[in-house]
């Protein structure tokens, strides 16, 4: 019962998850990707993803607090977590990557701060969302269940 | 050590991505496909892999023979994918050996320079299943492998 009760709180969160553009199908595609030789594949890249991102914020906020801002960092590091977010399915966050890189090239300064934070408040967003997801696999697993598996939403 | 002529079942790949994530992903894709994979994190690395660095008519070691196909990322710091591409096809030993560039940008003009250059395929980032399954398929069944 309680293994039911858990896939189907899985099952409902992930839709929503894909509903509100928090996720897209590429997230679908990593979960095929675990295994048993790779039980914990989903964690691993999610934990690197977060990792990653995180490192890359806060380089991009040292970066526009100075004086002079250095475009070709930002144009170096945004990019890259517009491809890791689109990798692991991070819609918003790419989206939000997108918008940010377009203002960059105009090398407008205070729009890209403002872009800085909408990526930032994305980011911490699907963060929640996904750590709340794993929690659930977690669950799931240890109840001895197996974790469902996703419809294609791409 | 290999009775077997012309059938390799588990093909090398060798995958080029400057970044992390699509490293580990493009390498689990490859890997659930029975690839055996090696991965490097940019073009110097994978000629250094190839043993390709000094001069790209020779290979200074064994890796070059065993890879069965090259898949790398076309932007990237230092050596683009195109450049890396440039350099394979420049190489006698490694020219045979098909390229495939990934990109996660769609440019028309991107995409035919590296086709002109020799590039097998052209595949958009993030990677899925079926693309992977077609490139098993069609560069690396055991009719075209070449044998080790």
């Known amino acids: 019962m309680e293994v039911d009760q858990l896939q189907r709180s899985f099952l409902e969160y992930t839709t929503s998850l894909f509903r509100e553009g928090f996720l897209d199908g590429q997230f679908g595609q990593l979960q095929m990707l675990q295994d048993e030789s790779n039980p914990d594949f989903v964690v691993e890249v999610v934990s690197l993803f977060f990792e990653d991102s995180q490192r890359i914020l806060n380089d991009l906020s040292i970066t526009l607090n100075q004086q002079n801002v250095d475009y070709k960092k930002i144009d170096a590091n945004v990019p890259q977590l517009k491809g890791s977010s689109s990798s692991i399915g991070a819609q918003r966050v790419r989206n939000a990557c997108i918008a940010f890189r ?38 799931i697993v240890a109840a001895g269940g197996a974790i469902p598996m996703l419809n294609e939403f791409s | 050590m290999d009775g077997a002529v012309g059938f390799v079942e588990e093909p090398h790949v060798l995958a080029v991505d400057d970044n ?24 110097q690395r994978a000629l250094e892999y190839l043993g390709l660095v000094e001069n790209n008519q020779t290979s200074s070691n064994d890796n070059a023979s065993k ?23 420049e190489s006698s030993v490694m020219k045979d050996v098909p390229v495939v560039i ?21 595949m958009l980032k993030p990677l899925k299943f079926s693309d992977v399954k077609k490139l098993r398929c069609q560069f690396l069944c055991s009719s075209t492998v070449r044998a080790s």
């Open chain 2, 102 to 122: 990934m990109s996660s940008e769609n440019v028309p003009t991107r995409i035919n320079k590296c086709l002109e250059e020799g590039a097998e395929m052209f």
């Open chain 2, 67 to 89: 890879v069965n196909m090259i898949i790398t990322d076309y932007c990237m710091p230092g050596m683009t994918g195109y450049e890396l591409l440039k350099k394979i096809k």
């Open chain 1, 102 to 139: 377009n203002f960059c090239e105009e090398q407008n300064a205070d729009a890209c701060r403002r872009c800085l934070q909408q990526v930032k408040q994305e980011y911490l967003l699907v963060k929640e969302k996904l750590e709340a997801l794993i929690r659930l696999e977690q669950q």
């Open chain 2, 20 to 43: 992390l994530i699509d490293r580990i992903l493009v390498e689990k894709l490859l890997k659930n496909s029975s690839c055996k994979v090696t991965t490097a994190e940019n073009g």
